[in-house]
């Protein structure tokens, strides 16, 4: 069995992973506190907003953590295809998991079903972005560590969700993004914990791109997006503020 290294930049990247996964969550929360004050169009760009912020999150702290991951032996390189399928299907089944909290009719059932698929989007994220990886070696995965990690998400995705929705305020989804992102960063190094690799002859070039030439740029763009997203959001009013304006502007016009 090769040697893996899950720490081969120190501590810069599970830090920078969890604020990236922080961030995302405290955005995609804070775009479905929106939603849920809005109905029609707007309540479904709000939950489109929400899905894409936490799934971009999710796949940026993937990464982020993976570019200390190294293993004795073999260079590492992403099937770029896949990679880019992993960002698709997180968005896609946590988007799945956020409208159902956005459509539900029945509050505990909604945020059952929103966690289940939120977690399981976490999960799907993951193992397909494992499953991106080429190297000179066969990779194994420890069942019983798998499951512990699909719990993980689902369980800690559903508590978020709830917290984002009962504690009230900014207090409520800083708390919820904080869990949420401890919980991606654990689900992470739990499925990091069941891989095992077992080298194999060199045969051939390896296919697929390095990570600083595909991984760090993409997670830099996402990055950005994130960080400028979430200076829109708490900028732009809220349905609430906007009501609150429109009827002081029409008191000032009775006034006048």
């Known amino acids: ?20 996964a922080s961030i995302g969550a405290a955005l995609g929360l804070h775009c479905t506190l929106r939603a849920l004050a809005t109905d029609g169009r707007s309540r479904r760009n709000w939950l489109v907003t929400a899905s894409v912020a936490i799934g971009s999150g999710i796949w940026t702290m993937h990464f982020i953590a993976m570019l200390g991951f190294g293993v004795d032996g073999t260079p590492i390189r992403y099937d770029v295809p896949l990679t880019l399928l992993s960002l698709v299907m997180a968005v896609a089944v946590v988007g799945a998991g956020i409208f159902t909290v956005g459509y539900g009719t029945s509050r505990w059932r909604s945020l059952l079903l929103g966690g289940l698929g939120t977690g399981l989007g976490v999960g799907a994220m993951h193992y397909l972005g494992m499953a991106a990886l080429r ?7 420890d069942l019983p560590l798998v499951v512990l990690s699909l719990v993980i998400a689902v369980v800690s995705a559903t508590v978020a969700l709830w917290a984002s929705v009962t504690v009230r305020g900014a207090a409520g989804v800083t708390v919820a993004a904080l869990v949420m992102g401890f919980a991606v960063c654990s689900m992470h190094y739990t499925g990091m914990a069941a891989v095992s690799i077992e080298l194999a002859p060199h045969t051939g070039v390896l296919g697929g791109a390095t990570s600083t030439e595909f991984i760090f740029p993409l997670a830099v763009l996402l990055g950005s997006f994130l960080f400028l997203a979430s200076a829109f959001v708490a900028l732009s009013p809220t349905a609430r503020e906007r009501a609150e304006s429109a009827d002081a502007a029409t008191a000032l016009l009775d006034e006048a």
């Open 1 to 20: 069995m090769a040697h893996l290294h899950h720490f081969g930049a120190g501590w810069l990247s599970p830090v920078l992973s969890y604020v990236m």
């Open 135 to 141: 190297l000179y070696g066969n990779v194994d995965f």
